[in-house]
């Protein structure tokens, strides 16, 4: 199912009813998951490392890198899922309270097309 048919607390216990299956659980405390999500991140970045802005469209355009971009993506978001999960953080309501968050911090007609002032 894509993105607009799925919901995130259908994605936690997809990854939830994983662990359990395995006994996970007691590999899975916030430290652990923490970490876990820090290296997956950096093994997306792997992907980009050393490649110009102007080539990132290469990448996008090659099937098998996309494969490998995408797959680092949903390693990213599983544990991300399962930390949420064990930690009782709403991701939906956490999102929303840090976007209102950073609306206020970059206010859009200051911020707009611009990163800093």
């Known amino acids: 199912m894509a993105d607009g048919q799925t919901t995130l607390s259908e994605m936690k216990k997809l990854m939830a009813d994983f662990v359990a299956e395995r006994n996970w659980e007691q590999f899975h405390d916030p430290k652990n998951l923490s970490a876990c999500i820090a290296i997956e991140a950096a093994e ?10 102007d080539a990132l469209g290469e990448i996008k355009s090659d099937a098998a890198k996309m494969g490998e971009v995408t797959e680092e993506v949903a390693d990213v978001f599983a544990y991300l899922l399962s930390f949420a999960t064990i930690m009782n953080i709403d991701l939906s309501e956490a999102l929303r309270d840090k976007m209102v968050k950073n609306a206020k911090k970059y206010p859009a007609d200051k911020y707009y097309g611009k990163f800093r002032l």
């Open 44 to 53: 997306l970045m792997e992907h980009f490392q050393w490649t110009h802005s």
